[in-house]
């Protein structure tokens, strides 16, 4: 009986994460050349909020675009 209860568990749960998953939107990776001054720039603003430059800069663009 305490196999079936945790096949129960297990199998509630991984629906769970793939319906989760179907709802997320796949992150796309691609690249952009930056000029020196602005990569610098972005790089100690982003260090100032202890964030990864491409966090900080997403955190911006999401800001622009008002996402």
């Given amino acids: 009986m305490a196999f079936e209860d945790k096949m ?3 199998q509630s749960s991984m629906n769970t994460q793939i319906g989760e998953k179907e709802n997320q939107a796949p ?17 100690s603003r982003a260090k100032e909020q202890e964030l990864t430059a491409s966090r900080y800069l997403e955190k911006l663009l999401k800001k622009e675009f008002d996402m």
């Fill in 8 to 10: 129960n568990k297990l």
């Fill in 27 to 43: 992150r796309l990776s691609k690249s952009y050349t930056l000029k020196q001054d602005v990569a610098n720039e972005l790089a």
